[in-house]
């Protein structure tokens, strides 16, 4: 028998994101967000090695939704109860943004479910991605892809993300590559969320 859910997400999957939305994660979402994590990004790497596995430093990093909380936003993207999506904006100030560019809001952990990649959610989550980077104050936002996905860097590249080789390093024994963005001093853009971003 085919599902019907998963045949209305084949068919008519530009029509969803009439339905999706969008808010802050709670204490209550990390579990549940960490997990969906490591299973988006394990599914991503094994399409292209299927033996590939995260190292438990990555893993910990993964499921450590609490910390990115605290030191920036955590946003969720849902399709009724299902977690579609999702992305973390560390605070330019924050001890654990890893940014090379002064005053940078650091773009980390997006992820969109199998199901729901190709249907333009990472468009609408950079787009947010800037309105929050200009409520930070941020002059820059910037991000890591490994080495190993350059399709993800295209994608960035063509929402106005640039490569920067100032912000190539090693992270969990890979090579992840740095991207950046200018942030605008003004946004034409509706911000969804007005956040407490002090």
Same mark, same amino acid.
Request: aromatic letters at 10%; one cysteine or more; a negative charge.
């Given at each position: &028998? @085919? ?9 008519? =999957?530009?029509?969803?994101?009439? !339905? @999706? ?6 204490? =209550? ?16 790497? =094994?399409?292209? $090695?299927?033996?590939?596995?995260? *190292? ?10 609490? +910390? ?9 993207? +849902? ?10 904006? $560390?605070?330019?100030?924050? *001890?654990?943004?890893? *940014? ?5 809001? &650091? ?8 199901? !729901? ?30 080495? &190993? ?12 993300? $640039? ?15 740095? !991207? *950046?963005?200018?942030?605008? =001093?003004?946004?034409?853009? &509706? ?8």
């Amino acid at each position: &028998m @085919i599902n019907p859910i998963k045949k209305y997400k084949t068919e008519n =999957k530009r029509d969803i994101l009439n !339905f @999706i939305t969008m808010r802050f994660a709670t204490h =209550k979402d990390d579990l549940l967000l960490g997990n969906f994590l490591i299973q988006v990004f394990d599914e991503k790497q =094994k399409e292209k $090695i299927p033996s590939y596995s995260d *190292s438990d430093e990555r893993l910990r990093d993964l499921l450590n939704v609490s +910390e990115r909380r605290r030191e920036g936003v955590v946003l969720i993207y +849902e399709l009724g109860h299902e977690i579609v999506a999702t992305f973390s904006l $560390i605070h330019p100030q924050s *001890s654990i943004n890893d *940014s090379w560019l002064p005053n940078s809001a &650091m773009l980390r952990c997006v992820a969109v479910g199998k199901d !729901f990649q190709g249907i333009q959610i990472t468009k609408y989550i950079l787009e947010e991605v800037e309105n929050l980077s200009l409520q930070y104050n941020a002059d820059y936002t910037c991000l890591h892809v490994f080495e &190993m996905a350059p399709q993800v860097g295209n994608v960035y590249e063509r929402n106005g993300f $640039i490569r920067d080789k100032r912000g190539d390093t090693i992270s969990n024994g890979k090579s992840i590559l740095g !991207f *950046s963005r200018e942030v605008p =001093k003004e946004s034409n853009l &509706m911000p969804i969320y007005q956040a407490n971003l002090q």
